[in-house]
């Protein structure tokens, strides 16, 4: 059974989230701060995170920071209407998604699901288990990204944006084609989520991200990772 923790110290919205979760059949953990969140996932690991931003203790986005140090766990974090610095910022601490509240069942399970079928999706690894451009290198039969001899770690969503690259270098890929393959049809528009994940993966991946040679910008078309010159 998917299990999820649901984090935010407000009982409100803790027994909506709750209530509406088990309803779809997911096995549903609680915790109030950030702290109480880490000791739980690091006890009982789960499929997916929902983490609200102001808790006391420890908010959502110190949170969401120390677990990205050491599991790739889908995060959606939970932001207040209208507070576009928090969505921003939690997705550059890497959030794989955010839910504004107030927000509905129907938008919160429709979150759940496609956050859930990005992460379980079964890889394609083609013929190769291996793929390099440059001085990067990717495993796919292990989900592992190296730079060099440097091990990168990729949150959940970050790995699979990287792989629409990999698997088609040398074509460029506008934003609509990206959010659609990665976030998922009804992700189209959502312009924002790619920019800072397009932003995040740069400094991860390259050498100078404002001069990047692995995922290039071309203006008012999108992205490519370019064929490599021989």
């Not at 299990?3 to 609680?30: F, S």
Request: glycine share 6%; proline share 4%; aromatic share 8%.
């Amino acid at each position: 059974m998917t299990k999820i923790l649901i984090v935010d110290d407000e009982p409100r919205y803790l027994r909506l989230l709750e209530a509406n979760l088990r309803t779809e059949g997911y096995e549903v953990l609680t915790a109030t701060d950030g702290l109480q969140a880490i000791e739980t996932f690091s006890a009982t690991p789960v499929d997916l995170i929902l983490m609200d931003v102001m808790m006391p203790k420890l908010d959502g986005f110190s949170a969401c920071q120390r677990i990205r140090e050491f599991s790739n766990v889908p995060i959606i974090i939970l932001t207040a209407k209208g507070e576009e610095q928090d969505r921003v910022r939690g997705l550059d601490l890497g959030a794989d998604d955010y839910l504004v509240k107030p927000f509905s069942a129907t938008e919160l399970l429709a979150r759940v699901r496609a956050v859930l079928r990005r992460s379980q999706a079964s890889k394609d690894i083609g013929q190769n288990r291996f793929f390099e451009h440059g001085n990067l290198r990717i495993d796919f039969a292990r989900a592992e990204v190296w730079r060099g001899n440097q091990p990168i770690f990729l949150s959940a969503t970050e790995y699979r944006l990287l792989l629409q690259f990999a698997h088609n270098v040398g074509t460029v890929l506008s934003a609509e084609d990206l959010l659609s393959a990665v976030w998922g049809a009804e992700y189209r528009n959502d312009k924002e989520i790619l920019w800072v994940s397009i932003a995040r993966l740069r400094q991860k991946l390259e050498e100078d991200p404002h001069n990047p040679k692995h995922i290039v910008t071309r203006s008012g078309l999108g992205y490519l990772m370019p064929p490599l010159e021989n």
